[in-house]
C-alpha cells in the first residue's frame, strides 16, 4: 500500500459560531423569538434553516488541502487555536466540515484522549473491553490481545479491582495500552504521549515507533518539538485555520523561528474581549527582572511574572499554573501558587486579580523560553490556557560558566554551590600507580 | 495492507463531508459490537453503584401497583375491567416503566455521555438506543414477577401472550421515537432535563394504567390513540392477561403515531448529529 492516498484533504473549512449561542442554550432565550415570530422562531430554535447573523462567527479552519501517502507519519505543528485539534476532530469524524471534503483510505484509529470511557466503578479488565469497544476494536481482537494490553500496562495483579482504587499512573499506563494495541491502518493522534512518567513514555515512544516501521499512516498533533523531530517524516503547520508550510523536519526550525519571537509585555483592556472565558478572563501578562528598569534578562537574572485577570464566577478557587518550556518544547518546570497561606483552599470573590511569582536568577539557560498559563479551579478543572502567552530569551550572563565557551547544556543552568577541599597533603600513598 | 483481522471492513474508504440529513440505519448495525458493551455497562455500573440492585427493577413497579390499587382501586372503585385490580394495574406498570424509563434515560443519555461523543467517533444513535435497551433487562426481571402475581390470583395467560414481544417492542420503538426528539433537543436547550419529571407524570395520567381505556367513550377512543403509550399499554395488558376485546382502532392509530414520531425523531436526530460535539 505504501504511495498509496491514505489521507486527502480538499478546501476543509470548519466553522464556529461565537459569542453567547456557542454554547448550549436554555428555551426562555429562545421563548421570547418564538412569541415574536412563532414559525421562524421554532425553525431556529430547533436548529433549522442557516446559522443566521447572531453573534459572530469563527473559522477555525479554511482551505485546508493536502494528501498524506499511506506510511508518511505527519505531525501538524502550530500555536493554540491554529486549528490542529479541529482538523483531528474532522479527520477523526467527531464534528463535521462546513465546507470541503476529506477522504479516508484505510482503517481509522483515533486517539484523542487516553481513557475515554472508562468507568471508576468498572474493573480494570471490564474498561479494557468497553474502552477497546469505543476505540472500535472487536470483542474478538480485544480478547486475543488482552493479555499483551494488561502486561503492556503493568497492572496483571490488579486487573480485577475497580479501576477507582488505581493510581493515576495505573490508570492512565493501562489506559494508554489499549489504544497502543489498536491495530489500524491510519492512526490519528493527538498529543497523548504526555501521559504517565518518562520511563513509561519512553515505552509509549517506542510503540509508535514499531508501527511506523511496520508502515501504518500516523496522524499526530503535538505541542512536543522533541517528539515531533523525533517521529515525524514530514511536517504541517497550521496557523489561523490555515497550512503556513507543509514539508520535511525543517518545517520545525522555520516555525520555532518565526513564532517564537519575545512576548514580554501584553495586555488585553477590553474585558470582553480579553483571552479567557465565561469564568476568567487575563488582561495582563509580563515577564521583567525583578530589579531595575532595564529588559535585559540573562541567566542571572531574577524574573518576575505577572498575571492579571478577572475572575467572573464565584464560589471557587483559582490558581494559576505556568508550564515552562524551552526551545525544543522540553518542560523546563511547572509552578503554581500551592504555599500562598492566605489563599489555602478558599474561593476568589469576583474582581480583579494579580498574581506574580519570582524566577530565581541562575535557573534558566540561555535560549528562548515559551510560557503556558492555565487558569485551574478547584486544582482540577482547567477553565483556560494559553500556550505561549509569554516568550522570552534569556542570554548569557558571560559569568558562571568558568573557561567553557560553548552553550552549557541542559534545560537549566543553576549555580550551584561547589566546594572542593584538599583533604590530605602528601605523596601519593605507597603502592598507588606503581 | 491486511492487518485488519475479523472486521470483514478490509481497507475501508470514507468520504467526510458535509452531510444531509438522511439516517444511516445500517451504520448502526456495523456499531453492534459498541451498542453490546454500552448496554453492558450501564447495567454493570448500575448494580455495581446501588445497594438494591436487581430489586429496583422490581420495587418501582410493585409499589406503584399497591398505591393504586389501595387509593384508586380501593378507595376510588375505579373499574377495571373484571380483573383483580393489583394484576389489572401491575400489567400496564410493566410497558408504562419501560417506557418511563427509556424515555427518561435516553433523554439524557447525550448529555451524560458528552465525554465520548467528544473524543470518539461512532453514529450517536447507539448512545440513546443503548440505554433504552438496558432498561429491557429491568422489563424482563418484573415481567416474571408479575407472572407470578397473576399465578396467585389465579389467572392464566391465553393464547394471545404470544403478542407480548410485539407490544414490547412497541413500547420500545414508542420510547426511542420521543427520546430521539429529547435527547438531541437537551444538547440544545438543558431545560428539557427539568421538564421530563414533569412530562412523564402527565404522561401516566393520559395512558390508560390505572384505568381501563373502556372509561373513553367509543367514540373518542380512536383520538385516545394519539396518544401512542394507550395503544401499547392497552394491547399489552390484553395479550398478557387475555381478557376482553383486543384494543382495534386505539392501536391503530397509537402505531401509525409511533411511527411518524419515530421517523421524524430519527430525521431530526440525523440533523443535530453532526453540530453535538460542537455544542454539548
Not at chain 2, 384508586?72 to 410497558?95: K, W
Amino acid at each position: 500500500m505504501t504511495g498509496d492516498v491514505a489521507i486527502r484533504c480538499q478546501g476543509l473549512g470548519k466553522q464556529y459560531r461565537l459569542g453567547p449561542r456557542q454554547r448550549y442554550r436554555a428555551l426562555r432565550d429562545t421563548l421570547p423569538a418564538l412569541a415574536l415570530a412563532p414559525f421562524r422562531g421554532l425553525r431556529s430554535a430547533m436548529g433549522f434553516g442557516r446559522p443566521t447573523a447572531q453573534g459572530a462567527t469563527l473559522w477555525a479552519l479554511r482551505d485546508v488541502s493536502f494528501e498524506v501517502s499511506a506510511g508518511e507519519i505527519v505531525g501538524i505543528i502550530g500555536a493554540n487555536g491554529a486549528g490542529k485539534s479541529t482538523l483531528l476532530k474532522i479527520l477523526s469524524r467527531i464534528t463535521e466540515p462546513t465546507e470541503g471534503q476529506a477522504e479516508i483510505h484505510g482503517r481509522v484509529g483515533s486517539l484523542l484522549e487516553v481513557g475515554t470511557g472508562f468507568h471508576p466503578e468498572l474493573t480494570g479488565r471490564e474498561n479494557v473491553y468497553l474502552n477497546g469497544a469505543i476505540l472500535g476494536m472487536r470483542k474478538a481482537e480485544i480478547e486475543a490481545k488482552f493479555d499483551e494490553i494488561v502486561a503492556f500496562a503493568e497492572v496483571e495483579r490488579f486487573v480485577d479491582a475497580p479501576v477507582k482504587h488505581y493510581s493515576s499512573g495505573m490508570y492512565v499506563r493501562l489506559a494508554f495500552a489499549v489504544a497502543a494495541h489498536l491495530d489500524p491502518e491510519i492512526m490519528l493522534i493527538d498529543e497523548v504521549l504526555a501521559v504517565g512518567d518518562a520511563r513509561f513514555q519512553r515505552k509509549c515512544v517506542g510503540k509508535i515507533g514499531d508501527s511506523v516501521r511496520t508502515g501504518r499512516t500516523v496522524f499526530f498533533v503535538s505541542h512536543n518539538m522533541v517528539a515531533v523531530q523525533n517521529l515525524c517524516t514530514r511536517v504541517i503547520w497550521l496557523d489561523g485555520g490555515r497550512i503556513v508550510d507543509d514539508g520535511d523536519r525543517r518545517v520545525i526550525a522555520r516555525y520555532a523561528a518565526n513564532t517564537l519571537t519575545s512576548r514580554h509585555q501584553r495586555s488585553w483592556p477590553d474585558v470582553a474581549t480579553a483571552p479567557g472565558g465565561d469564568a476568567v478572563r487575563v488582561t495582563r501578562a509580563s515577564v521583567r527582572p525583578a530589579a531595575g528598569s532595564g529588559h535585559e534578562i540573562t541567566t542571572s537574572t531574577e524574573l518576575l511574572l505577572e498575571f492579571e485577570y478577572w475572575n467572573l464566577g464565584s464560589g471557587a478557587h483559582l490558581n494559576l499554573s505556568l508550564h515552562v518550556y524551552d526551545e525544543q518544547g522540553v518542560l523546563a518546570f511547572n509552578t503554581a501558587p500551592v504555599n500562598e497561606a492566605e489563599w489555602h483552599g478558599r474561593a476568589f470573590p469576583q474582581g480583579r486579580f494579580l498574581s506574580a511569582c519570582r524566577v530565581p536568577g541562575d535557573l534558566l539557560n540561555e535560549g528562548v523560553y515559551r510560557i503556558e498559563l492555565l487558569v485551574v479551579k478547584d486544582q482540577a478543572t482547567v477553565l483556560f490556557r494559553d500556550d505561549g502567552i509569554l516568550v522570552f530569551e534569556v542570554r548569557d550572563a558571560g559569568q558562571g560558566r568558568g573557561a567553557w565557551y560553548g552553550r552549557v547544556p541542559g534545560v537549566v543552568r543553576p549555580n550551584l554551590e561547589w566546594r572542593t577541599t584538599c583533604l590530605e597533603r602528601s605523596e601519593a600513598p605507597a603502592g598507588a600507580g606503581r | 495492507m491486511s492487518g485488519v483481522s475479523g472486521t470483514g471492513l478490509v481497507s475501508p474508504s470514507t468520504i467526510i463531508r458535509p452531510s444531509g440529513a438522511r439516517p444511516n440505519l445500517g451504520e448502526v448495525w456495523a456499531y453492534r459490537e459498541l451498542l453490546y458493551f454500552l448496554v453492558w455497562r450501564d447495567l454493570k455500573v448500575r448494580y455495581k453503584q446501588t445497594v438494591l440492585g436487581i430489586a429496583w427493577a422490581v420495587l418501582q413497579p410493585l409499589a406503584t401497583t399497591l398505591v393504586f390499587a389501595i387509593f384508586l382501586g380501593r378507595l376510588a372503585g375505579v373499574p377495571s375491567d373484571g380483573v383483580p385490580y393489583p394484576v389489572f394495574a401491575y400489567a400496564a406498570m410493566l410497558p408504562w416503566q419501560l417506557f418511563a424509563h427509556a424515555l427518561t434515560e435516553s433523554s439524557n443519555s447525550l448529555v451524560a455521555n458528552e465525554r465520548l461523543i467528544t473524543k470518539v467517533y461512532f453514529p450517536r444513535l447507539v448512545i440513546p438506543l443503548a440505554t433504552i435497551l438496558a432498561g429491557l433487562v429491568d422489563f424482563a426481571i418484573a415481567f416474571v414477577v408479575g407472572i407470578g402475581l397473576m399465578a396467585w390470583y389465579g389467572i392464566v395467560p391465553g393464547p394471545f401472550i404470544a403478542a407480548v414481544p410485539l407490544f414490547v417492542a412497541l413500547a420500545v420503538l414508542t420510547a426511542l421515537a420521543a427520546g430521539l426528539w429529547l435527547s438531541a433537543l437537551n444538547v440544545e436547550y438543558r431545560d428539557v432535563r427539568y421538564t421530563l419529571g414533569f412530562l412523564v407524570q402527565i404522561w401516566l395520567f393520559a395512558t390508560p394504567v390505572a384505568y381501563p381505556s373502556s372509561l373513553v367513550p367509543e367514540r373518542w377512543r380512536a383520538l385516545y390513540g394519539l396518544n401512542p403509550m394507550a395503544g401499547v399499554v392497552e394491547g399489552f395488558r390484553w395479550a398478557l392477561l387475555g381478557h376482553g376485546q383486543p384494543p382495534g382502532a386505539l392501536l391503530v392509530v397509537s402505531t401509525a403515531v409511533t411511527f411518524v414520531v419515530l421517523a421524524g425523531g430519527l430525521w431530526y436526530f440525523k440533523r443535530m448529529e453532526r453540530t453535538f460535539a460542537d455544542v454539548v
